[in-house]
């Protein structure tokens, strides 16, 4: 494990450096136009510790849209919100498809794999609408206490490009609703889910924001309880084996961290016990995925022996 932060400030930016000249090799989302509108070559990495500690390199303050790294705290929200419930109406298994796919809700009788595929997130969206009175508000007020950080904001212009482009998520949404998945009018399904996408985060923010998920459930900086630790583990759990969506298996088996990405080139990986990273590069793989993101990860996990399968 990380010993001396300070050498590792050295490492990021080495790793970044090594990384600068791939941004070529994936491509900026261009589904949600304001998505396409960031630059290819912004780059940020960084790491944050349970006991107090934070390294970054390149633009790791700078916010970017969190987009579906935002179902990680929907997931816990509505986890907390109905307990057990929730593992009536999807499912926790991967889904061995694309992030945004259709054809497997329709097999499966409206019930989502997992709760952070598209649909798996929009049910979470369900939850979160009919058991809040305000959710949007809900959500980022809990994203702020999380982060220790009340500057953090929903991005307006992102969100109205969403909105204007989620044919996808809206087929989704009215496919479960037509077997009974969805409680509320789907119209304040997808604002929410959009809303919750839309918020700007920066590596930093998001690494603090998920350090409870390295520390059993606990907030290391207040020692409140943000989920339980049985939560916890099953966060972690569905983010190893789905959160990188149809790339999880590989993930696990060359880098082997619970890890979760978002459309925004943001990607987080818990380090159960001793923190968390938090990497930024907008071009993606074929799989959604971050290209350095994933690779800075993955040269983080392996030089520093972060694996949890060792
Ligand atoms: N808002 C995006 C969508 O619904 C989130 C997808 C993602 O980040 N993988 O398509």
Redesign the pocket.
């Known amino acids: 494990m990380i010993k001396d932060i300070s050498n590792l400030q050295t490492k990021l930016q080495t790793l970044l450096t090594t990384q600068k000249s791939l941004y070529t090799q994936g491509r900026v989302?261009d589904?949600?136009p304001a998505l396409a509108e960031v630059s290819a070559e912004k780059m940020g990495v960084c790491v944050t510790t349970i006991d107090g500690k934070t390294a970054g390199a390149g633009d790791y303050q700078v916010p970017f849209s969190i987009?579906?790294?935002s179902k990680v705290f929907g997931l816990v929200m509505a986890m907390n919100r109905i307990g057990d419930d929730l593992w009536q109406r999807v499912n926790m298994e991967p889904s061995g498809q694309p992030?945004?796919s259709i054809i497997q809700l329709e097999w499966e009788k409206g019930i989502p794999r997992n709760p952070v595929i598209?649909a798996g997130?929009l049910l979470v969206a369900d939850v979160l609408t009919s058991h809040f009175s305000a959710s949007k508000l809900a959500f980022l007020s809990f994203m702020r206490t999380l982060a220790h950080d009340e500057a953090i904001y929903i991005d307006n212009y992102v969100y109205q490009s969403?909105l204007a482009h989620?044919n996808?998520?809206a087929a989704l949404a009215y496919l479960m609703k037509s077997f009974d998945n969805i409680e509320s009018e789907i119209p304040d399904v997808l604002s929410h889910?959009?809303t919750q996408?839309s918020i700007a985060m920066s590596c930093e923010q998001l690494a603090n924001s998920l350090l409870f998920l390295a520390n059993k459930g606990i907030d290391p900086v207040t020692n409140q309880a943000i989920c339980t630790p049985r939560d916890a583990h099953r966060v972690n759990a569905i983010l190893s084996t789905s959160g990188m969506?149809d790339q999880s298996g590989q993930f696990a088996f060359s880098i082997g961290l619970p890890a979760k990405?978002?459309?925004?080139g943001g990607v987080i990986a818990i380090v159960p016990n001793y923190g968390v990273i938090c990497t930024w590069s907008p071009p993606l793989n074929s799989f959604?995925n971050s290209v350095i993101g994933t690779n800075l990860v993955a040269s983080l996990a392996e030089e520093l022996g972060l694996s949890i399968y060792h």
């Open positions: 989302a589904y949600i987009q579906s790294i992030f945004n598209n997130a969403e989620g996808r998520n889910y959009f996408c969506y990405s978002g459309v925004g959604g």
